[in-house]
């Protein structure tokens, strides 16, 4: 039986569902074009949705938010939507994906997730879904089957550029979003990077840091996100995390990792990069900084990061650029910012 299998609504259904004809080896994004979709024996389609059983484009495994050892008590958000503005549902027969324009911010997150390249984004600056069959890829099955694992296809290119509308306007994005669509956009990009990923529950005061991550190289990330531009308590309140990551938590203070998530870099003059280097300088911790911009770059790319070493997104007095760290990630990242702030200090 094909790996490509009806979600868990199928026993309701009476029309037949859809797998696919040939096995599918590679889906290849380009920005503001349909996925396509690289077949066995040299065919090439566009992606369309199957709607999968397990609706990785609408919901996550639990089990990619489940923190070892003693942060899997660190109180984060429960729910698994994979969109921040809940655009994406089932259609009202219940068998294919659709995605309301009005609420979509086109952050990409939901195409990231699609299995086999169903979901692009558009010129316009939103999420879009594939529901046909343009290329006649799929075939009709009466089974029923609710126990499957998806193929893992490698996915190359990128769902958007910097002129993608989503970067461009990110910041108006963020002043628009709530606290839990925000903090769900950046637990839901970490976890894009194959990071192990956690966020503050709005209301939860037991816990003072707005994140936690946890690195394939054993290091734990201990994150504060600030959207807007009063960006300067971020690298104090990362020593407070510090301390109750090491002293609550047990983790050693030289496997902790502090990350700053900003909407964008303030200007050069404000005191958030002395703060930084007295950190580094008087307690010997260097803090991490990386922007929402950032982060939605390396997830469009397919990126996945192992840990931030050789100094990547450290952020100093006089040594403020995004672009090397994107760069030992991304080849052939343009010289590009998709808005003022995005990578280097706004000036």
């Known amino acids: 039986m094909s790996d490509f299998v009806p979600h868990k609504k199928s026993l309701e259904r009476t029309t037949p569902l859809r797998i696919l004809r040939v096995e ?3 889906v290849q994004f380009k ?4 996925a396509n979709l690289k077949l066995a024996g040299g065919k090439d389609a566009l992606g369309t949705c199957l709607g999968c059983h397990d609706a990785p484009c609408i919901e996550l495994d639990s089990g990619r938010m489940e923190l070892s050892g003693d942060l ?6 429960p729910l698994l939507d994979v969109c921040p503005t809940n655009a994406i549902d089932w259609n009202d027969t219940g068998d294919l994906i659709q995605i309301n324009a009005d609420q979509c911010i086109g952050c990409g997150l939901c195409a990231h997730r699609c299995p086999y390249g169903a979901i692009s984004l558009t010129s316009k600056g939103h999420a879009t879904v594939e529901s046909g069959d343009p290329d006649g890829i799929t075939e009709p099955t009466h089974e029923t089957v609710i126990e499957a694992s998806h193929i893992k296809l490698v996915k190359s290119g990128s769902l958007g550029d910097a002129s ?3 970067l461009k306007k990110l910041p108006g994005v963020l002043a628009r979003l709530n606290d839990v669509q925000s903090t769900r956009l950046t637990r839901n990009l970490f976890l894009s990077l194959g990071l192990g ?3 503050h529950r709005k209301g939860d005061t037991n816990v003072r840091m707005d994140g936690v991550l946890e690195f394939s190289n054993g290091t734990i990330g201990v994150v504060e ?3 807007s ?6 690298p104090r309140a990362l020593l407070e995390d510090v301390a109750v990551l090491h002293n609550r938590f047990g983790v050693p203070k030289e496997s902790i990792v502090p990350v700053s998530v900003i909407g964008a870099f303030p200007n050069v003059r404000v005191e958030y990069y002395q703060v930084m280097d007295d950190i580094e300088k008087v307690l010997g911790i260097q803090c991490h900084t ?3 911009g950032a982060l939605c770059v390396l997830s469009w790319h397919f990126q996945e990061i192992d840990e931030f070493g050789n100094g990547q997104f450290i952020t100093a007095q006089g040594a403020t650029d995004l672009f090397p760290s994107m760069r030992s990630l991304i080849d052939d990242l343009a010289n590009e910012e998709p808005y003022s702030g995005a990578f280097r200090p706004a000036k």
Do not use: C, H, R
């Not at 899997?72 to 958000?77: E, I, L, R, T, V």
């Not at 531009?229 to 971020?234: P, W």
């Open 164 to 166: 993608s509308p989503f």
């Open 229 to 234: 531009q009063a960006v300067l308590e971020s």
């Open 24 to 26: 599918p080896q590679e």
């Open 225 to 227: 996100l600030e959207t």
């Open 72 to 77: 899997s008590a660190f109180p984060g958000d």
């Open 31 to 34: 920005p503001n074009a349909k």
């Open 197 to 199: 990923a956690q966020m």
């Open 290 to 292: 990386i922007t929402l």
